[in-house]
């Protein structure tokens, strides 16, 4: 079974930047796509991730609405991925769940395999 366990959320002001990160029990990530979603306080959780960093080639896709400010990486001999977020804003709060799929890319929501329980992050001044 794999598991998922974000860290790294917390408090900051806008314009204010955290860096999360989602530590895997996955064998390689060269297997897995991993993506970051966020569910804000009295929504769904979002269907679309925020950033995705493909299995094998490790490349990467953003939704609009983060692009130029997040940055998703990962280190896979520590089977690790991270998020930087910049720039943060207050419509950036949300619970970030990290998900992962043994598939080329991140599918969306609907076709990731496994979950983290997820880290809050509260933009606000």
């Known amino acids: 079974q794999v598991q998922l366990v974000e860290s790294g959320g917390g408090s900051v002001q806008p314009g204010g930047s955290l860096r999360l990160s989602c530590t895997t029990s996955?064998?390689?990530?060269?297997?897995?796509?991993i993506g970051w979603f966020r569910q804000a306080p009295g929504k769904e959780r979002e269907g679309v991730a925020v950033?995705?960093?493909?299995?094998?080639?490790?490349?990467?896709n953003y939704a609009d609405s983060v692009k130029g400010r997040f940055t998703i990486s990962r280190d896979n001999a520590k089977n690790t991925v991270y998020l930087q977020m910049n720039s943060l804003k207050p419509e950036d709060t949300a619970v970030y769940y990290c998900?992962?799929?043994?598939?080329?890319?991140?599918?969306?929501?609907?076709?990731?395999?496994?979950w983290g329980k997820g880290t809050l992050v509260t933009v606000s001044s």
């Open positions: 950033a995705c960093i493909a299995s094998s080639s490790g490349n990467t």
């Open positions: 998900a992962a799929e043994m598939y080329y890319y991140c599918s969306g929501a609907a076709g990731m395999e496994y």
């Open positions: 996955v064998g390689s990530l060269d297997y897995y796509a």
